[in-house]
């Protein structure tokens, strides 16, 4: 496979703006929210690795839907230090930038600088360090922390670099590693704040978060045998696609081109198999 860097960048330019200026850039960021399924509507495995949407855009458009703060749902900063394998590593750097995401989105900033420091670990442990050393990001992470629109334009800035450095250093593998961190982690906070305070407008966001499943699966197949990692979370991801997939009110509609999953209704039983579901993939993620 090989990872096509211009569409890539084009998409990330459209989540951050400008986001290349110098520290204290105000330049808001287009709204990525509008991201649909049929932006991902690509069969080749060339595009893949770019038609999956970056962390801060799932949480933009989670922001969108009216997904509200709840301390404490993020993964625990803390437990970086126990991975220990790089497929590990990679997954839960993963984790940690849709955290990131998050709070940064809902103007947590203290959490947010937490979750940038363990990303950059995550980082120089999986050999993606350097990162952090184009454009100051870091830095410039920790100078803007009341500017939200500098904060989401350093995050879409670390996803273009992540995905250049993986690029060159024939890394490519690592791209559906650490997405589907991201991925899963992203859909659990959804999950968890809906729960505690359930809000219908969430459950659509959920359910079309879903249709992104098959894209994650797509990228992990084509890198399958590069990492004994892969296989397991194959199998994790496909069992998730079969609970989604076999949803009655999903059978109606998953071959429509043009789908308004607001008007898409699950049964509370169908969406709690859903939501646990989740919440095991998540918790055999961040128990390493």
Not at 49 to 76: E, I, M, N, R
Not at 99 to 119: H, I, L, P, R, T
Not at 153 to 171: F, K, R, S
Not at 260 to 267: E, G, T
């Amino acid at each position: 496979m090989t990872l096509v860097l211009l569409p890539c960048l084009m998409l990330l330019a459209a989540c951050s703006g400008d986001s290349g200026k110098p520290a204290g850039d105000s330049a808001k960021p287009k709204d990525s929210t509008d991201l649909t399924t049929d932006d991902m509507d690509d069969d080749s495995d060339d595009a893949v690795s770019y038609t999956l949407p970056s962390p801060l855009q799932v949480a933009a458009l989670f922001k969108k839907s009216g997904l509200k703060y709840l301390p404490g749902v993020g993964h625990d900063a803390a437990s970086s230090s126990k991975y220990s394998t790089r497929f590990q590593r990679a997954q839960n750097m993963g984790v940690y930038s849709a955290d990131m995401a998050y709070c940064v989105m809902n103007k947590q900033n203290n959490e947010a600088v937490k979750y940038m420091k363990v990303v950059k670990e995550c980082a120089t442990a999986v050999d993606l360090g350097k990162i952090f050393e184009n454009n100051g990001l870091y830095e410039r992470f920790n100078k803007n922390l009341d500017n939200e629109d500098s904060l989401r334009g350093v995050i879409a800035d670390i996803q273009m670099e992540t995905d250049m450095l993986m690029a060159q250093n024939d890394q490519k593998q690592l791209y559906g590693i650490i997405y589907s961190g991201a991925w899963v982690e992203s859909m659990y906070i959804g999950a968890q704040v809906y729960k505690k305070s359930p809000d219908e407008k969430i459950v659509p966001k959920l359910l079309e978060q879903m249709t992104i499943l098959s894209s994650i699966i797509k990228e992990l197949k084509v890198n399958e045998s590069k990492d004994a990692g892969i296989p397991t979370l194959l199998a994790d991801f496909s069992a998730l696609q079969t609970i989604y997939e076999n949803i009655p009110a999903i059978k109606t509609i998953k071959e429509s081109d043009d789908v308004d999953f607001n008007a898409v209704k699950v049964s509370k039983e169908d969406l709690d198999q859903l939501i646990q579901k989740i919440e095991q993939l998540r918790s055999k993620i961040v128990n390493g």
